[in-house]
């Protein structure tokens, strides 16, 4: 599932759609993960993109008719601009063509993403976006926020890195590498990290993310940037997917928590 390292680069390889004006919407499927709203063609057809950003894994463009339209990738989608030749490729579910020939394209596999609609100005209201938490690169992420809302949690801390309703952002591949980065067990329990270690965590937790956008994301499935380009900070990883690989005396070792791989070192990231 593209993490937010993968959405901060998508949106970057959105620019080239700034301020151009839609000319015409196609939908070739009625549902992705959910229903694509009725008259989202009309809200869209003759409104020009006048931003381009993110809420945590939410792609957000705004127009100038004071509507905003919502992406959410799911597990395999991704967006892809380029100049209309009129080649609908497989999994191609909804186009947004513009008056100056390129076109925005929203491609899905497996139809995990959805796409909606909002008024602007009440996007917050959205439940799926009312209910986030601190986004994970927000300089409002601070120890004693988090310390206060996990010191009594007996759910591990890989766990609580993925629930949204905390920190928004991180997904279950850069949980792994942060946790290792930190030298923090996955196993430990919210309520027996120190504000220290807390800490400690939100540094690598933007460290890790940072390093990610710089190398365009990770390409480990179906991610590409919207112009087609691979992500690169798969060669990066230390842990993730690196079963059996030896560091530092040490050796990385899978283990499955709450139904998602988890990748550590339990001698390096031992906590006792």
Not at 31 to 42: A, D, H
Not at 43 to 69: G, H, T
Not at 199 to 212: C, D, F, G, N, V
């Given at each position: 599932m593209p993490e937010l390292p993968e959405v901060h680069t998508t949106i970057i390889g959105?620019?080239?759609?700034?301020?151009?004006?839609?000319?015409?919407?196609?939908?070739?499927?009625?549902?992705?993960?959910?229903?694509i709203p009725i008259g989202i063609k009309n809200i869209l057809v003759s409104s020009k993109i006048s931003n381009i950003r993110r809420i945590a894994k939410y792609i957000i463009i705004d127009l100038d008719n004071e509507y905003s339209l919502i992406i959410h990738l799911g597990m395999s989608g991704r967006l892809k601009t380029n100049f209309s030749i009129n080649n609908i490729q497989k999994h191609d579910h909804f186009i947004l063509k513009f008056m100056n020939k390129s076109e925005l394209v929203f491609n899905d596999p497996r139809k995990f993403g959805f796409i909606d609609i909002a008024k602007t100005k009440y996007l917050n209201k959205k439940k799926y976006i009312k209910n986030l938490g601190?986004?994970?690169?927000?300089?409002?992420?601070?120890?004693?926020?988090?310390?206060?809302?996990?010191?009594?949690?007996?759910?591990p801390i890989k766990q609580i890195l993925l629930n949204q309703k905390l920190i928004a952002g991180i997904g279950n591949i850069y949980a792994s590498e942060i946790l290792y980065d930190a030298k923090i067990s996955p196993?430990?329990?919210?309520?027996?990290?120190?504000?220290?270690?807390?800490?400690?965590?939100?540094?690598?937790?933007?460290?890790?993310?940072?390093?990610?956008?710089?190398?365009?994301g990770s390409s480990i499935r179906d991610y590409r940037s919207a112009d087609g380009t691979l992500g690169n900070f798969q060669s990066n990883f230390k842990v993730y997917n690196k079963e059996g690989k030896n560091i530092k005396n040490d050796k990385v070792i899978k283990i499955v928590q709450y139904g998602r791989s988890t990748f550590?070192?339990?001698?390096?990231?031992?906590?006792?």
């Amino acid at each position: 599932m593209p993490e937010l390292p993968e959405v901060h680069t998508t949106i970057i390889g959105l620019s080239v759609i700034l301020k151009q004006k839609i000319s015409k919407v196609e939908i070739h499927t009625k549902k992705l993960r959910f229903k694509i709203p009725i008259g989202i063609k009309n809200i869209l057809v003759s409104s020009k993109i006048s931003n381009i950003r993110r809420i945590a894994k939410y792609i957000i463009i705004d127009l100038d008719n004071e509507y905003s339209l919502i992406i959410h990738l799911g597990m395999s989608g991704r967006l892809k601009t380029n100049f209309s030749i009129n080649n609908i490729q497989k999994h191609d579910h909804f186009i947004l063509k513009f008056m100056n020939k390129s076109e925005l394209v929203f491609n899905d596999p497996r139809k995990f993403g959805f796409i909606d609609i909002a008024k602007t100005k009440y996007l917050n209201k959205k439940k799926y976006i009312k209910n986030l938490g601190i986004d994970a690169l927000s300089s409002n992420l601070k120890p004693h926020i988090i310390y206060n809302k996990i010191s009594k949690s007996e759910v591990p801390i890989k766990q609580i890195l993925l629930n949204q309703k905390l920190i928004a952002g991180i997904g279950n591949i850069y949980a792994s590498e942060i946790l290792y980065d930190a030298k923090i067990s996955p196993l430990i329990a919210g309520k027996d990290l120190k504000i220290s270690l807390i800490s400690k965590l939100i540094r690598s937790i933007r460290k890790i993310l940072k390093k990610a956008i710089k190398f365009g994301g990770s390409s480990i499935r179906d991610y590409r940037s919207a112009d087609g380009t691979l992500g690169n900070f798969q060669s990066n990883f230390k842990v993730y997917n690196k079963e059996g690989k030896n560091i530092k005396n040490d050796k990385v070792i899978k283990i499955v928590q709450y139904g998602r791989s988890t990748f550590y070192c339990p001698k390096l990231q031992n906590n006792k």
